[in-house]
C-alpha cells in the first residue's frame, strides 16, 4: 500500500509543481497525508493516555475508593505523619545543602575557564546513571557493620545506617546534580561581564554575587530546588537501602507507601501515593512556568 | 581567559565543589571498587556466573534493552506529534511525558501493578485475552516502558524543532516524496539524538528498582531483577555478592554514559550550532 501511495505521489509531484505550487502554503510540502496525521496523533495520545495518564489516575481512584474519611482517617495515622515529618525533614537537609554546593560548583564551572571541566560536569552528573539501588548500598559499605567506618562509628555509639544521617546522605548522592545542573548553563549563557562591571567599579566579590549574579539565576535557582525537593522526597531505591525501616522512626512516605502495600492497606498506601502524585504534579506545573522566566533571563540584558 | 580571571572566587570555589563532590559521590563510589578488590579473582567470577546472579543480569538488561526499543519507537512517534502537528491538548500532553520523571518510583510501581493485576483496569480485560502482565516479565517490561518514556522525547524534541525547514522543502521540491523526505533526510540528521534517547531510557531501565519490584513478581530466575537481587543479598548480609554485581552494574553505566558522551560529540558534529 505504501508503495502504490508513494508512486501516486511520485506520478503528482511534477504537475503539482508546475501547477499548484505558486498557490500552495509551503507547510504542504512538510506535511504528511491527512490519515497519517491522524493516525499518529492517535497513536501518540493513545500510548500515553494508557501508560501515564490512567497509573495516575489508578493512584487517586484507589486513594479514595473507601471514601474521602476513609482517606484522610489514612493521612492522619501517626505512621503516616511520622513518615510526611521525616520526608519533610530530609528533603529539607538536603535539598539545601545541594543548593549551596551546586551554587558554588556553577559559579566555578560556568566563569571560569579551565582545564579537565568537562570531566567534572561528568563527575557531577554522575549520580543520575547509578542504579537507586548502588546509592544505597555505598553508604552501607561505609558505614554499616561490616563497612569501613563502621566498627569505628559503632564503638563511638554514632548512628549513621538505618537512622536520619543515613538517609539524609543517601538522598543528597542522588539529589546532587539537580542545582548545579539547573545554574551552569544559564550562568555560562550569561558571560561574565555584568560581574566584571560590578568588580570594576570597586564591589567586592560576595557583594557581586548577591548583588549582580543571583538576581540574575534566581529563577534557574528556584527551578533546580523545585527538582531536587521533588526527588528528594519521592526517593524510593537509595533510602530504602539505608533506612532499615524501622516503623514510625526511618520510614519516608515512599517506603510507607511500600510497607502498607505488602500488607494489602491499599486504601492507606495509595493515600500515602495520592500526596507524592500531587507533589509530582504541583512540581511539574510549576517546572512549566518557571521555564518560561528562565527563557526571560537567559536573554542578554544590554538590548 | 586571562579576562576571566578576573573575577574572584575561582580557587575558593572550585576546591570547594571538589571536596563536596568528593565526599557525598566520589568517595562512596571509590568504597564500591575497594570493596570488590577485596574479593578473590575467583570468588568474583563465581559469584557473577552463579545461576541466579546471571538470571537477574540478563532480566533486567534483556527487558530493559527490550523496553528502550519500544521507547524508541512510540518516542519517535509522540515528538513527530507533539512538533508537527496542531491538536487540542497538544500541550497538556507535552507535559504528561514529564510524569514519569517526576512521579516517586514507589507510587508508579503501586499504580502500575494495580492497573494490570488480575483484577485491574487493564489487568482484567487483558486476562480475559489470555494475557497475564502484573507478576510476569512482562509486568517488568510494561514498568520499564513507562520509565523510559520521557527519555527519547526530550532529547530529539529540540533537535527536531530547530531542524531547517528549507531542507525538507528542497528534497520536495527536487521531486522526493513526502516519504523518501522523512526517511533520507529527516530521520538520518535526528539518528544521534534518537540513539541518545536510547541509550538514556536504556541506563534508567537497567538500573530501575521501585517502579519494578512491585509489579515484578520476583521470583528467583525469572522475573528477579539485578537491583532487587543486590538489596536481597544485602539483607541476608552477603556484601561481598552484593558488591560484586553492584560494580558490573556501575560498569555497564559508566560504558553508557561514555557512548553517550561520543553521540552528543557527533551530534555536535552533524548538526550545525544555533
Known amino acids: ?303 | 581567559m586571562k579576562r576571566r580571571r578576573t573575577l574572584p572566587g575561582f580557587g575558593l570555589s572550585l576546591g570547594l565543589t571538589l571536596t563536596w563532590l568528593s565526599i557525598i559521590v566520589l568517595i562512596p563510589l571509590a568504597a564500591l571498587f575497594l570493596k570488590t578488590f577485596e574479593l578473590s579473582p575467583d570468588q568474583f567470577w563465581n559469584i557473577l556466573t552463579s545461576r541466579r546472579t546471571l538470571n537477574a543480569l540478563k532480566i533486567s538488561f534483556g527487558l530493559a534493552f527490550a523496553a528502550a526499543l519500544v521507547n524508541l519507537v512510540m518516542g519517535t512517534v509522540i515528538v513527530w506529534a507533539l512538533v508537527r502537528y496542531r491538536f487540542p491538548g497538544r500541550r497538556l500532553f507535552d507535559a504528561i511525558v514529564d510524569i514519569p520523571f517526576a512521579l516517586p518510583t514507589a507510587v508508579a510501581g503501586v499504580a502500575l501493578t494495580s492497573l494490570f493485576a488480575e483484577k485491574g483496569w487493564l489487568g482484567a480485560p487483558l486476562a480475559a485475552v489470555g494475557i497475564k502482565v502484573a507478576f510476569t516479565p512482562v509486568g517488568i517490561f510494561v514498568a520499564m516502558v513507562f520509565i523510559g518514556i520521557p527519555f527519547v522525547v526530550r532529547t530529539v524534541q529540540p533537535v527536531l524543532i530547530d531542524l531547517d525547514p528549507e531542507i525538507e522543502e528542497a528534497a520536495a521540491s527536487l521531486g522526493a516524496n513526502r516519504w523518501h523526505t522523512v526517511s533520507k533526510v529527516i530521520l538520518p540528521s535526528l539518528i544521534p539524538a534518537l540513539l541518545t534517547g536510547l541509550a538514556l531510557a536504556f541506563a534508567r531501565a537497567v538500573g530501575e528498582y521501585g517502579s519494578v519490584i512491585f509489579i515484578a513478581g520476583n521470583l528467583p530466575n525469572v522475573s528477579e531483577i539485578a537491583p532487587l537481587l543486590i538489596v536481597i543479598r544485602l539483607s541476608e548480609f552477603r556484601y561481598a555478592d552484593a558488591t560484586a554485581i553492584a560494580v558490573v552494574m556501575l560498569v555497564a553505566s559508566f560504558l553508557i554514559i561514555f557512548v553517550v558522551n561520543r553521540l552528543q560529540r557527533w551530534a555536535q558534529t552533524r548538526v550545525p550550532a544555533h
Open chain 1, 1 to 303: 500500500m505504501t508503495m502504490e501511495l508513494q508512486q501516486s505521489l511520485e506520478y503528482a509531484a511534477p504537475e503539482a509543481r508546475s501547477h499548484v505550487r505558486p498557490f500552495a502554503a509551503p507547510d504542504d510540502v512538510r506535511s504528511e497525508p491527512k490519515f497519517v496525521r491522524i493516525g499518529i496523533i492517535a497513536l501518540a495520545t493513545a500510548f500515553l493516555s494508557v501508560f501515564v495518564v490512567l497509573p495516575l489516575v489508578v493512584v487517586f481512584a484507589q486513594a479514595l475508593s473507601k471514601g474521602v474519611s476513609a482517606y484522610f482517617a489514612a493521612l492522619s495515622d501517626p505512621e503516616a505523619l511520622s513518615a510526611i515529618r521525616l520526608t519533610l525533614l530530609v528533603a529539607a537537609i538536603s535539598v539545601s545543602l545541594n543548593l549551596v554546593f551546586g551554587v558554588i560548583a556553577a559559579w566555578a564551572i560556568a566563569k571560569f575557564e579551565f582545564s579537565g571541566k568537562t570531566a567534572l560536569v561528568t563527575l557531577i552528573d554522575l549520580p543520575f546513571s547509578v542504579s537507586p539501588v548502588i546509592s544505597g548500598l555505598v553508604f552501607v559499605l561505609l558505614f554499616g557493620a561490616q563497612g569501613y567506618w563502621g566498627p569505628w562509628l559503632q564503638s563511638h555509639n554514632i548512628h549513621v545506617l538505618f537512622a536520619l544521617p543515613g538517609i539524609a546522605l543517601a538522598t543528597s548522592f542522588v539529589t546532587f546534580p539537580f542545582v548545579a545542573r539547573a545554574l551552569i548553563p544559564l550562568m555560562q549563557e550569561q558571560g561574565t561581564q555584568e560581574e566584571e562591571a560590578a568588580i570594576s567599579l570597586g564591589a567586592s566579590g560576595l557583594q557581586t554575587f548577591f548583588r549582580v549574579t543571583l538576581p540574575n539565576i534566581k529563577w534557574g535557582v528556584l527551578y533546580g530546588v523545585l527538582l531536587c525537593n521533588a526527588r528528594a522526597m519521592g526517593e524510593f531505591g537509595a533510602v530504602s537501602v539505608v533506612s532499615g525501616h524501622v516503623r514510625g522512626e526511618t520510614n519516608t512516605m515512599p517506603l510507607l507507601v511500600e510497607i502498607l502495600y505488602n500488607e494489602y492497606q491499599f486504601v492507606s498506601s495509595f493515600a500515602i501515593a495520592s500526596l507524592l502524585a500531587m507533589l509530582a504534579l504541583i512540581t511539574l506545573i510549576a517546572k512549566t512556568m518557571l521555564e518560561r522566566h528562565i527563557d526571560e533571563e537567559e536573554l542578554p540584558h544590554d538590548d
